[in-house]
């Protein structure tokens, strides 16, 4: 949805001692309504389809595990920051992850993931408790401390 700024400007013409007064508006350039704040960090509702996605980044990181054994993610914060337009969007995820079966892929997280706009998600790896690859301001909407 496109939302088409404004501008009224009253133009006064003296015309042989005469005034005459018309109300002219121009119309500006569509600008996304979306993306007034360019910068700000919005919390998210995390779907399934996005569980899944960010699993599916998880296990291509993995090495030589079959998918079916990736548990999680779970306890996730989704969110983004916002870009000058959709695409510059950048999202991110922070959340628990591991392998079954393997009980030292469950420590350090929780574990952290990105992407950009509509591109795919990229697992960035686990945090070792200290969340600071995730921007201040993602951390800040989510209630969580930055280290340090």
Partial sequence: MKRAALTAVTMTTVILGTSLTADVAFAAR?????????????????????RRRLADAYWRKSGNVDRSKVDGPSSVYYGKIKGATPAKDVYWA?????????????Q?????????????????????????????????????????
């Fill in 30 to 50: 569509a600008v996304p309504a979306a993306h007034n704040a360019a910068g700000k960090a919005v919390n998210l509702k995390l779907t399934e389809t996005i």
């Fill in 94 to 106: 922070l959340g628990q992850i591991g392998i079954k079966g393997d009980p030292i892929s469950y």
């Fill in 108 to 148: 350090d997280g929780p574990h952290v993931w990105r992407k950009r706009g509509k591109g795919a998600w990229s697992y960035l790896g686990d945090t070792g408790g200290c969340p600071d690859r995730v921007p201040r301001a993602m951390l800040k909407i989510w209630h969580l401390s930055p280290c340090g």
